[in-house]
């Protein structure tokens, strides 16, 4: 019971009930390059298991490689990053490889800046990804960001698609640690 109620506060309808000035965004991986290959892939794999002409070794090796694209599919499907801004600090998560929310608060951060990056380059493609010089990168899609300096040292970055809802949130925020967005 307990875990349910959990959940619901976390609810975006709910959470913005109790929080109307916060910023929210949930991002999928919904570009429609990477369903195309998926699909055309499993079609392939599903037309050699059922035309028959594969012997029994190769159908086995054919039915392994449906499984495995089939859970990468899924697993894309449900990946999610989800970013919450308020008075308190920043809440994210990148489901379902991370179950739990992480709360930074902003007494725990430097410095604060909207900016663009280059996902390949700095870090060498989306998702949950780490750099030696920029830290730690939870991206979706595209090339801009929230950037973070922690009062450790530590970096990260945060993929956005609602860049201009971004910035105008943490403006109304007037924080100290803010800098301009660097969006060339």
Do not use: C
Not at 21 to 41: A, D, H, R, S
Not at 65 to 89: H, K, M, P, Q, W
Not at 116 to 132: C, P, V
């Amino acid at each position: 019971m307990l875990k349910a109620s959990i959940n619901l506060i976390y609810s975006h309808a709910f959470f913005t009930l109790l929080h109307p000035l916060m910023f929210y965004e949930k991002q999928k991986f919904n570009q429609w390059w990477i369903w195309t290959m998926l699909l055309i892939t499993i079609l392939a794999i599903a037309y050699g298991i059922l035309t028959g002409k594969a012997d029994p070794t190769e159908r086995y090796g054919l039915l392994i490689s449906l499984t495995v694209v089939s859970i990468i599919s899924a697993l894309l499907y449900f990946t999610s990053l989800e970013t919450r801004i308020d008075e308190r600090g920043i809440t994210l998560r990148f489901f379902p490889f991370q179950r739990v929310y992480y709360y930074v608060k902003w007494e725990e951060i430097q410095t604060i800046q909207v900016r663009k990056y280059k996902a390949i380059r700095e870090y060498g493609g989306w998702g949950i990804r780490f750099s030696f010089s920029g830290g730690k990168a939870y991206t979706i899609k595209g090339n801009e960001g929230l950037q973070l300096v922690l009062n450790s040292g530590k970096r990260f970055l945060i993929g956005t698609q609602k860049t201009a809802a971004m910035i105008a949130h943490l403006q109304t925020l007037n924080l100290a640690q803010w800098q301009q967005p660097d969006l060339q």
